[in-house]
């Protein structure tokens, strides 16, 4: 019994073996680079959506319908990956996603009606909400075998391939066809799926999350808690308040300042990159966050920064304190998803992910139409102070697990 043992550490990649450390490091490297190519295949695809719409020759609600498909396809698929994760591994079911996510993004140039446009919208929605789903709860492995809190490193991964993406987007939506375009991102994404998979299925997951994952399997063990349950929920909430504003962003950030503050058509479509870049600048210093402020404080902190931003971006009277909030806001925002995520994660492995991850996702399509209708009902700058409210709560919500999560399960 002690050879199986010290044979289970060795094959694990746990901290006791001679490699561990190099191998934690290839495989952090590997999950990363699934971060970037989801955010940059998902942004080449969005850059696009005007000239698929002009193929298929949808209206405007016509292809709001069809956008659906994303969204169903990803909601549905959330909710099934954590099983999946739960019974081949987060790693070959990463893989797996990057694959259909990869092939998917081709087809939408293929389609010629908004109903086709909208059945293909449902397999690339699937492949990229598994692909959040498993890649995530890989990600929280890492972290606890790490001990480490380097969670928001891998989304600012996804933020930077998400600049890149639209940025290349941007520059070859003259030259070539949706068609083209398209069909290199999936050959992008194949070759990057093949390369980086091949690391991921190396390795088995972290001894920790091997472990963890074992003791869920304990008689008396095998059903989270009551109040285990209902701590995710909560961090599930957090996620929806935090992506609540990036959809609002996304949206209506530049129409804003063209609309409301009379900005310049260039200086408008500057607002989201603005917001954008300090979301990607807060991921990217967010680990050193987490370590000196610990996940609550990091939350809490940078939710109530988030809400002010937001009041500023909202309500300023001019284009430079509006662009001055939304950078404030995008630095407030830039965590709370990932610990959002990771504290769920932790607290219920791949299923605790699918749940945040899927209140997540629900709030990005919550945010862009419920701005709308509280536009139409008040004024723009009155709808956008929803994000600030939103952020507030995420931060009092996190204020309030500070104890609870501790002694959780």
Request: charged share 10%.
């Amino acid at each position: 019994m002690p050879n199986l043992n010290k044979m289970r550490v060795a094959s694990s990649g746990g901290s006791r073996a001679d490699g561990a450390v190099p191998s934690l490091l290839r495989l952090r490297i590997a999950i990363t680079v699934f971060f970037a190519v989801d955010g940059f295949l998902f942004a080449g695809w969005v850059v696009r959506i005007p000239a698929v719409k002009q193929q298929t020759g949808a209206s405007a609600s016509a292809l709001g319908l069809a956008l659906l498909g994303v969204s169903a396809g990803a909601v549905i698929t959330m909710v099934l990956t954590g099983r999946l994760c739960r019974r081949f591994g987060n790693h070959p079911v990463t893989v797996a996603c990057g694959v259909l996510f990869s092939l998917s993004i081709a087809l939408p140039a293929q389609t010629h009606s908004a109903l086709a446009l909208g059945l293909v919208l449902l397999v690339f929605g699937a492949g990229y909400g598994g692909l959040n789903v498993a890649m995530n709860s890989a990600a929280v492995d890492l972290v606890a075998a790490l001990r480490r809190p380097v969670m928001p490193s891998f989304h600012a991964a996804f933020s930077l391939g998400g600049m890149v993406g639209a940025g290349a987007g941007g520059l070859v939506a003259d030259r070539v066809s949706a068609a083209v375009h398209l069909t290199g991102l999936t050959v992008i994404g194949l070759v990057v799926t093949v390369v980086a998979g091949r690391e991921l299925l190396r390795h088995r997951p972290p001894s920790g999350a091997v472990l963890a994952r074992g003791a869920d399997r304990k008689p008396g063990s095998r059903r989270l808690s009551t109040r285990s349950r209902r701590l995710v929920l909560v961090f599930g909430l957090i996620a929806l308040c935090t992506t609540y504003g990036e959809g609002a962003m996304a949206d209506w950030s530049a129409l804003h300042l063209k609309q409301d503050l009379h900005a310049h058509p260039g200086v408008a479509a500057a607002a989201y990159s603005v917001f954008a870049l300090a979301m990607t600048i807060g991921r990217l210093t967010g680990t050193t966050l987490l370590e000196r402020l610990g996940q609550t404080r990091t939350l809490v902190a940078g939710a109530t920064l988030a809400a002010a931003g937001m009041l500023l971006g909202s309500l300023a009277t001019n284009t430079w304190s509006a662009l001055l909030g939304f950078a404030v806001a995008g630095l407030g925002l830039a965590n709370s998803f990932p610990v959002a995520v990771a504290r769920a994660g932790a607290l219920a492995g791949p299923n605790g992910v699918a749940t945040a991850s899927t209140l997540g996702y629900g709030g990005m399509l919550l945010g862009p139409p419920v701005i709308g209708f509280l536009a139409d009902w008040f004024s723009l700058p009155v709808a956008l102070t929803t994000v600030a409210l939103l952020a507030a709560t995420a931060a009092l919500i996190g204020g309030a697990t500070r104890h609870a999560s501790s002694s959780a399960g």
